[in-house]
Each structure stands twice: as C-alpha cells, then as structure tokens.
T-cell receptor, first 118, second 111 residues
Framework: EAGVAQSPRYKIIEKRQSVAFWCNPI?????LYWYQQILGQGPKLLIQ????????DSQLPKDRFSAERLKGVDSTLKIQPAKLEDSAVYLC????????????????FGEGSRLTVL | RKEVEQDPGPFNVPEGATVAFNCTYS??????FFWYRQDCRKEPKLLMS???SGNEDGRFTAQLNRASQYISLLIRDSKLSDSATYLC????????????FGSGTRLLVRP
C-alpha cells in the first residue's frame, strides 16, 4: 500500500518569498493533517481536514499560511510571505477516521518537506 | 506550561540496559495516549498506544497514571536500533479530536 506522499522534499527560499507544499494521503483516509516540526521540537498541528472541510486551523498563522483540500484527497499548504522562523519540516499525515476520532490513534506521516528560509 | 512535557534527554545507555521515559500532560480530560518513535530526519511512527491498565509489547512497556497525569515508557534490554526520539502524544478534544505531541526524548544506545 502506498504511503503518504509529499513534495518537494527540500526547499530553500529567501525571506518574503512564497512556497507551496503538496501532500497526497493514503487512499481512503478521510482525515488529513499538516504539522510543523521545528528542529528539536515535537510536531505542532497547523491544520486538520476531514474530507474537504477544515476541522481545526486554530494554530495556523492565517496572515501568511493557507491550506486547501479541494476534492477531499490531496492537499496543498502555502506560505506567503515566508519568514526566517518558518524554517522547519512540514509533515503531512493522514488517518482513516471518518468522524474525526481515529480508531487507533495512528497517524501515517509522509517523509516531510524540509524548508529553509534564508 | 506546555500541554505535553517530556525530558529532552539525551539518555545515553549501553546495550542491554533498561531505560524509562516519563511524560506529563496538563489536560485532565485527555482520553487517548500514545508513544511515537521518530528516527533522525525521518517521520514519526506509532510505537504503541497506552492503556489505563498498562500494556506491554515485547521489550516495551507503557504505563498511564491518570491521577498524576503522567505516562511512562520502559524499554528493557536496549538495542542499538532503539536509538531514536520518543514522542509522547496525548489527545485533546475540543472542537475536534486532535493529537498533541511532546517535544520528544532522545535515546542513544551505545555498543
């Protein structure tokens, strides 16, 4: 079974530039998450989708970050304009949960997109 | 105070040692608890769930103390391959079910 796919794996940009990350979850997974992981810290939830609806985006810096999951399958996360403190790994994860409550608590993560902002 | 707190380590132990990690959480309404493992420059993966009665999976034992709001992970007979960061994960149920990750405890197992 294919896992969660993310691209690009690495991106280097200068501050004030924009960047977009793409995620394709495991087939059939209703819930999709974007996490930000800064070096030395645990993953921090940015936004959670169930199908194509936003369940939680309370931690998303909406002045510069946006995300969409138009057809309830793949998703994009955009940062515009980027700041130095956005340097992190952006992890996409998916789970089977159809009602928002995972059966097992198992999130399946992609390999992440590593962003460096200079 | 962080919602999920862990000792960052690193814990540096010899092969064969027993090592324990603790994690505390602040939300008394949390119902689900997990340990995830994250290898260097890799994505997190579920190691095991933590049940109220405690549970074991081979060399790994997880315990939950709801009264004190802490979770523990015990690794017996450490292997070199156990070297990783162990993330404590707790659910928060407000407008939705979400998983909150601790910062992780780094384990180094030396020959």
């Amino acid at each position: 079974e294919a896992g969660v796919a993310q691209s690009p794996r690495y991106k280097i940009i200068e501050k004030r530039q924009s960047v977009a990350f793409w995620c394709n979850p495991i087939s059939g997974h209703a819930t999709l998450y974007w996490y930000q992981q800064i070096l030395g810290q645990g993953p921090k939830l940015l936004i959670q989708f169930q199908n194509n609806g936003v369940v939680d985006d309370s931690q998303l810096p909406k002045d510069r970050f946006s995300a969409e999951r138009l057809k309830g399958v793949d998703s994009t996360l955009k940062i515009q304009p980027a700041k130095l403190e956005d340097s992190a790994v952006y992890l996409c994860a998916s789970s089977l949960a159809a009602s928002g409550i995972p059966d097992t608590g198992e999130l399946f993560f992609g390999e992440g997109s590593r962003l460096t902002v200079l | 105070r962080k919602e999920v707190e862990q000792d960052p380590g690193p814990f540096n132990v010899p092969e064969g040692a027993t090592v324990a990690f603790n994690c505390t959480y602040s939300n008394s309404a949390s119902q689900s608890f997990f340990w995830y493992r994250q290898d260097c420059r890799k994505e997190p993966k579920l190691l095991m769930s933590v049940y109220s009665s405690g549970n074991e999976d081979g060399r790994f034992t997880a315990q939950l103390n709801r009264a004190s709001q802490y979770i523990s992970l015990l690794i017996r007979d450490s292997k070199l391959s156990d070297s990783a960061t162990y993330l404590c994960v707790v659910n928060r149920m407000d407008s939705s079910y979400k998983l909150i990750f601790g910062s992780g405890t780094r384990l180094l197992v030396r020959p």
